[in-house]
């Protein structure tokens, strides 16, 4: 782009998804092992801005040690005569696209979950100050959005600065995602998509609606409807939601056919309120990640920031990837914190009474959004670090999901349709059938369907008996 031209490394869309790798990076800021970074976008009045000032605070890339891990924030406020506060959230998503289009730059996640590489051969091409990097958000945001009429940017890359603005930047967050709840999907005839991530998982689309924030957690509904309207051809835009198909799992038509349409035809149909069947594709920047464990038959929830493993002995690199990509996979669902304050909240598949591990640090953001009945029975890394543990805990506790293993187990124990034969020499006979037959194996529930099972010999014993053999 000739607006770049004083710029050490091309800018330009070709390079969002670039991924840099841990030995090919000079320096990482934020990230996993940093437990205070964010980016905050203000609105000011418009004799508050100096437009085009791009500030550091603290050491600048240069000065870091090579292959160093630094903390970092990102401010940027603007101004301009029909902007309001309502267009943060809308501005502060546009820092990752715009990052994403620096060569050798790799951004990823949001608001405190930010996680930048600056790659060495972009490094040894000049970019070695936040100096330019200022320079490409500035022009940008002020080509892409209009309506922003000055901007300038700061980087806090001081550690004691960045401890004292963090707490206010959390505040800010909270703020605006209070102001998003109480409307419901039912009360709106349009929810909104976003494909800012589409160069990381090109088959995934966030659906946007009142009672489901982007996974990111970086965009509300309302935050959707304002970015639209001033950037129709932008990357959030609107979805008409369409008729409703089910409104138990949150099928829409309208859903179905956008998301047919942006994934070229990858994703057919989605349902918004369950991590089962057609579950929301995952992109790659979401705050959490749900998880089946069929053990208990329930779901665990694990965030980004999480040190070790979850319940199941699975780190979030782990369990992230096998929902990243854009692809629906049964029991995996990349989503936002604030999705877990919604009663939409996995709805289908019994929304709290279904959770049965979250750690501490999570539970405590939305203790007040568990039903009281359930706080103390959802277990956390404190209650539980394996499986049998959970399952002691669970029992103890008598989480909702117990009674499910009950249910669950009579067509099994009963045998739907039993049908048990006297042995018969050299003949297969068919022993059960039944219209589902789950087994639980070797940490996996397998369900059979339809199923009909023959064998030369049936034995038939009680547990105690079974028992007295060991």
């Not at 100096?50 to 924030?73: A, C, N, Q, R, S």
């Not at 038959?297 to 929902?323: C, E, I, W, Y």
């Amino acid at each position: 782009m000739s607006m770049f031209k004083d710029i050490p490394v091309d800018v330009g869309v070709i390079y969002e998804g670039e991924r840099i790798r841990r030995n090919d990076m000079q320096v990482e800021l934020g990230g996993p092992t940093v437990k205070e970074k964010f980016e905050l976008a203000k609105v000011k009045p418009l004799d508050q801005i100096d437009d085009g000032k791009i500030t550091i605070i603290g050491p600048d890339i240069k000065d870091m040690k090579e292959g160093g891990v630094y903390p970092l924030g990102i401010l940027v406020e603007a101004a301009g005569a029909t902007l309001d506060q309502g267009l943060e959230g809308v501005i502060e998503r546009r820092i990752h696209g715009y990052l994403n289009y620096i060569e050798g730059f790799m951004h990823l996640n949001q608001r405190y979950d930010i996680w930048i590489r600056l790659g060495k051969k972009a490094f040894q091409k000049g970019l070695n100050s936040f100096e330019p990097i200022g320079k490409v958000l500035y022009r940008l945001f002020k080509s892409e959005l209009p309506i922003i009429e000055k901007v300038q940017i700061t980087f806090i890359t001081d550690p004691a600065k960045i401890r004292e603005m963090y707490s206010g930047a959390l505040a800010e967050y909270e703020a605006r995602d209070a102001k998003a709840r109480g409307l419901k999907d039912e009360e709106v005839d349009k929810f909104y998509g976003c494909a800012l991530c589409q160069s990381f998982a090109p088959s995934h689309v966030c659906v946007i609606t009142p009672q489901r924030y982007s996974n990111c957690g970086a965009i509300s509904w309302f935050d959707g409807k304002a970015s639209a309207s001033i950037d129709p051809k932008g990357p959030v835009f609107a979805i008409d939601r369409g008729e409703l198909l089910n409104a138990e799992k949150g099928e829409f038509s309208g859903v179905n056919e956008m998301a047919k349409k942006r994934t070229m035809g990858e994703v057919n149909q989605i349902w918004l309120y369950t991590a089962f069947d057609h579950p929301h594709t995952s992109c790659g920047c979401f705050e959490a990640v749900a998880f089946y464990i069929p053990e208990v038959d329930g779901l665990g929830v694990v965030q980004r920031s999480f040190k070790g493993a979850a319940v199941n002995g699975l780190p979030f690199s782990t369990l992230a990837d096998s929902a990243a990509g854009g692809r629906q996979i049964d029991g995996f669902h990349g989503m936002s914190i604030e999705y877990m304050r919604s009663k939409k909240f996995f709805a289908a598949d019994g929304g709290w009474n279904r959770i049965v591990w979250v750690p501490k640090e999570v539970k405590e953001k939305v203790k007040d959004f568990i039903p009281a009945e359930l706080v103390d029975k959802v277990a956390t890394e404190e209650d539980a670090k394996n499986i049998d543990e959970l399952k002691e805990f669970l029992k103890a506790k008598n989480h909702p999901v117990v009674a499910r293993w009950a249910a669950e187990e009579a067509p099994a124990a009963e045998a739907t349709a039993l049908q048990v034969t006297e042995e018969a020499a050299g003949t297969m006979m068919p022993v059960a059938t039944a219209g589902t037959l789950p087994i639980m194996a070797g940490g996996f529930k397998i369900i059979l369907k339809d199923a009909k099972i023959y064998a030369n010999k049936v034995i038939i014993t009680t547990v105690k008996d079974s028992k007295d053999k060991r």
